[in-house]
């Protein structure tokens, strides 16, 4: 069983090592510089854009996920932004879904109208689980540099709260 509930400051440690393990690993998210703890903490936990952080615990209590919902100035004020990283051993089948329904909830609770991911082209792990969600494409961003000056794509996916799922 999988338990989703909201990040406490005790979860920045695992969630932390998470995201550092998805960044070193490279490919799945445009966040390229590992995290210390407090910028984790700052970002994930404190930040004045965030709107929720919920943890997918598993059968023994251990962040095995944890998803992001924030503001953005570039999109309407009934939206907002959603990123999502979860383990990779052990990987926690079902996690994602988990934070996405208690996400989704959370966001229609609180009148937003819509839930915005922006994944990068080559990313198709995070292009398929967002398209599993219900998330539809509504914007490309072309050639987006890495660090290193590579450009890659950027495909902004919409999820309507008022659709529900």
């Known amino acids: 069983m999988i338990t989703v509930r909201p990040m406490m400051r005790e979860d ?5 090592q998470i ?3 998805i960044i070193a690993i490279g490919g799945t ?3 390229e510089a590992p995290f210390s703890q407090a910028l ?3 970002s994930f936990l404190e930040g004045a854009d965030k709107i929720c952080c919920h943890v997918a615990l598993d059968d023994q209590g251990e962040v095995a996920g944890f998803q992001w919902r924030g503001a953005n ?9 959603i990123a999502t990283y979860t383990r990779r051993e052990p990987a926690l089948k079902g996690a994602g879904r988990a934070l996405f329904e208690e996400t989704s909830k959370f966001a229609a609770a609180l009148g937003l109208s819509a839930i915005n991911a922006t994944i990068r082209a080559d990313n198709r792990q995070g292009l398929s689980y967002y398209d599993k969600m219900g ?4 914007s490309v961003a072309y050639g987006v540099a890495l660090q290193d000056g590579t450009p890659v794509d950027r495909i902004s996916k ?3 709260l008022s659709i529900g799922r």
């Open 158 to 160: 919409r999820f309507d």
């Open 19 to 21: 995201l550092n393990q």
């Open 29 to 31: 998210t445009a966040l």
């Open 73 to 81: 100035d570039a999109l309407p004020d009934n939206f907002g932004d």
């Open 12 to 16: 920045v440690v695992p969630a932390c």
């Open 40 to 42: 984790f903490a700052q």
């Open 135 to 138: 998330f539809q494409d509504y």
